[in-house]
């Protein structure tokens, strides 16, 4: 008897110690998340520093054109072009830093969404495992403590006794050697 509750007693251990698991990895995986979104608001504003940048360079670039133009006291249309083109050339280079930025952050988004999941994963297996173990080392005690009485090998059904039992019994040894 003292063997089985001391089996019992070290599967409830275990299995308190699979869900300890379980709850760390859930643990750990929300921090990656956690980890991942803080990255994400960081490169948000970084580009939009870059953003902002490029702004003030068009700016002074076109009011250096401008304040240029004015001097020679010559208005021409390729002063004008020129300035639209810069203008032009500033909102192309500001759209690409925001796409680079838009595509840096749905990949730390979409890591941290995997870092999410894969712990959801890990704690189902590590809860699997801890249920698994109790789960079996009951049955084993029932099974030892003859708790449990075995099943027909036809129809599933529990044989509980009479004068056919033993005879089952040797027919499901004989048929699962």
């Known amino acids: 008897m003292w063997p089985m509750v001391i089996m019992l007693a070290g599967s409830a251990m275990q299995s308190g110690g699979g869900m300890f698991a379980a709850s760390q990895a859930l643990k750990q995986s929300k921090y990656q998340q956690d980890i991942y979104r803080y990255q994400e608001d960081y490169v948000k504003a970084a580009k939009e520093i870059e953003v902002e940048k490029v702004r003030r360079r068009v700016g002074q670039v076109i009011s250096s054109q401008r304040a240029a133009t004015a001097a020679s ?45 894969e712990g959801y994963g890990q704690a189902a297996g590590y809860t699997q495992k801890a249920f698994g173990t109790l789960l079996g080392t009951g049955t084993w005690a029932g099974n030892r403590a003859g708790w449990f009485a075995p099943a027909s090998t036809t129809t599933g059904a529990t044989v509980t006794g009479g004068p056919d039992w033993e005879k089952t019994l040797r027919l499901r040894e004989y048929l699962y050697k």
């Open 73 to 117: 006291g010559f208005q021409s249309a390729d002063s004008l072009e020129l300035n639209i083109e810069s203008e032009l050339q500033g909102d192309i280079d500001i759209s690409i830093l925001r796409s680079a930025g838009g595509l840096e952050q749905l990949r730390l988004s979409t890591a941290g969404r995997m870092a999410r999941a």
